[in-house]
């Protein structure tokens, strides 16, 4: 029901900056929240950030306050995460994920991979020393 593709990832050094994209397709997202994770090499998938419905609520893992921001634009039915002061463990694949239950509520169900419904098919971010 619906498609979401990540774009952004790459190679870049300690310290730098990107920014990812994911574009959802299918039907609009507005209504639903959008997530972040991402899946170091030889780890469990790990949650990242939420942002739930019209940018409401955000939520963090604790080893990204502070670099990273999660944002949306419904307009491009996109969610974005820029990421600062890139580390070398930052290193992983990423992924988005929607949860379409319309005007969920951001909470701590949200940081579980099972409370997502569709999910992108990641992309690639390798940060060097």
């Known amino acids: 029901q619906v498609q979401l593709v990540e774009s952004g990832g790459g190679l870049v050094q300690a310290g730098e900056s990107v920014r990812l994209s994911c574009v959802g397709s299918g039907r609009p997202l507005g209504s639903f929240a959008l997530g972040w994770f991402r899946q170091p090499p030889g780890e469990e998938r790990e949650f990242v950030a939420v942002v739930g419905y019209q940018g409401t609520r955000t939520h963090y893992t604790d080893s990204v306050k502070g670099r990273f921001t999660i944002s949306r634009d419904d307009a491009k039915n996109t969610v974005y995460l820029q990421m600062n002061s890139l580390k070398p463990e930052d290193t992983a694949v990423y992924y988005c994920?929607?949860?379409?239950?319309?005007?969920?509520?951001?909470?701590?169900?949200?940081?579980?991979?099972?409370?997502?419904?569709?999910w992108g098919q990641g992309t690639q971010v390798t940060v060097s020393e």
């Open positions: 994920a929607v949860r379409t239950r319309p005007f969920a509520h951001v909470g701590p169900t949200t940081t579980s991979a099972y409370w997502y419904d569709f």
